[in-house]
């Protein structure tokens, strides 16, 4: 049978099904999931794809000079479609690392993944197995960014999270292959400055969404984490080092500016702020999922 959902009072939402319009309509009807998916499409095109085809293409031209055929090249940006781990993975290849390692090394680099699928699962809690898989696989910094930014002023949507995530996936695969085909006539995107887009985009992404002192303090002790990982340990601990600190911290913080306030955080301002809403909200379901 179809299932109802009960619309919550005109003006509040609905934190049951964060995807859910406060007047109960659901944000993946025919005409809003089109408009959802192309504004997702129009906010990573206009922000970090050109890094993506750049740096895309510049992780092609090596993996041909590392060895790999196109089709080698299609096949893993298909499949694996992670940028760093990518980069990590071609001296490996052309050492001839053994296949565990190759595997054991891509995962400690891809961690963050599953802090950002935790922060994200809770808008898309009521969706079935079969399309979370298909969005887990779309999980990277860049759509986890940008969709985090906008579930911050509007209700969340899938078809948002997919229009990023389908755009940036295909920027990448684009790159790659452009790169393959260009091979070493792709110039260094170091020498204009294009390593710093994502920061900055990030950066500025921050700014926007994290507002609340205690939100603020738990992005510095994640800061000031990460980099005293980085020094004494290196490598990309400090990654999952910084967000499992923020993560437990925002737990303990939030439930005190919720009581300050009379007002719970609203989850999406941040992944620590989804984290600490996650935890405060008894009925949400547990976060799952990751990218492959």
Same mark, same amino acid.
């Given at each position: 049978?179809?299932?109802?959902?009960?619309?919550?009072?005109?003006?509040?939402?609905?934190?049951?099904?964060?995807?859910?319009?406060?007047?109960?309509?659901?944000?993946?009807?025919?005409?809003?999931?089109?408009?959802?998916?192309?504004? +997702?499409?129009?906010?990573?095109?206009?922000?970090?794809?050109?890094?993506? #085809?750049?740096?895309?293409?510049?992780?092609?031209?090596?993996?041909?000079? !590392? +060895?790999?055929?196109?089709?080698?090249?299609?096949?893993?940006?298909?499949?694996?479609?992670?940028?760093?781990?990518?980069?990590?993975?071609?001296?490996?290849?052309?050492?001839?690392?053994?296949?565990?390692?190759?595997?054991?090394?891509?995962?400690?680099?891809?961690?963050?993944?599953?802090?950002?699928?935790? *922060?994200?699962?809770?808008?898309?809690?009521?969706l079935g197995r079969g399309r979370l898989a298909l969005l887990a696989h779309g999980v990277t910094d860049e759509s986890y960014a940008l969709s985090l930014a906008r579930f911050a002023r509007q209700p969340a949507s899938a078809a948002y999270f997919g229009g990023c995530a389908f755009t940036t996936y295909? =920027?990448?695969?684009?790159?790659?292959?452009? @790169?393959?085909?260009?091979?070493?006539?792709?110039?260094?995107?170091?020498?204009? @400055?294009?390593?710093?887009?994502?920061?900055?985009?990030?950066?500025?992404? #921050?700014?926007?969404?994290?507002?609340?002192?205690?939100?603020?303090?738990?992005?510095?002790?994640?800061?000031?984490?990460?980099?005293?990982?980085?020094?004494?340990?290196?490598?990309?601990?400090?990654?999952?080092?910084?967000?499992?600190?923020?993560?437990?911290?925002?737990?303990?913080?939030?439930?005190?500016?919720?009581? =300050?306030?009379?007002?719970?955080? !609203?989850?999406?301002? *941040?992944?620590?702020? !989804?984290?600490?809403? !996650?935890?405060?909200?008894?009925?949400? =379901? =547990?976060?799952?999922?990751?990218?492959?």
């Open positions: 049978g179809h299932r109802h959902l009960r619309a919550a009072p005109r003006g509040l939402p609905d934190r049951r099904h964060p995807r859910v319009h406060a007047e109960g309509s659901l944000t993946t009807r025919a005409g809003s999931w089109r408009a959802e998916a192309w504004a +997702g499409f129009r906010d990573a095109a206009t922000t970090v794809v050109p890094s993506i #085809l750049a740096y895309g293409a510049v992780w092609g031209g090596l993996a041909r000079q !590392a +060895g790999l055929s196109l089709a080698e090249i299609v096949t893993m940006c298909l499949l694996v479609s992670a940028g760093t781990a990518q980069f990590v993975a071609l001296p490996m290849l052309e050492a001839g690392a053994p296949p565990a390692l190759l595997v054991v090394t891509t995962f400690v680099v891809n961690l963050r993944h599953y802090l950002m699928a935790a *922060s994200l699962a809770p808008f898309f809690a009521g295909l =920027a990448w695969y684009v790159g790659a292959v452009g @790169g393959a085909v260009l091979g070493s006539r792709i110039p260094d995107p170091h020498r204009f @400055g294009l390593d710093f887009v994502f920061p900055a985009v990030f950066l500025a992404i #921050l700014a926007r969404t994290v507002r609340a002192p205690w939100q603020w303090t738990v992005a510095a002790v994640a800061t000031a984490v990460a980099l005293a990982v980085k020094v004494t340990a290196g490598g990309t601990w400090h990654i999952a080092a910084a967000g499992l600190g923020a993560s437990a911290l925002a737990v303990w913080l939030a439930p005190s500016s919720a009581d =300050a306030t009379g007002e719970p955080p !609203a989850p999406g301002r *941040s992944a620590s702020a !989804a984290a600490g809403h !996650a935890a405060d909200s008894r009925g949400t =379901a =547990a976060p799952s999922g990751d990218r492959a």
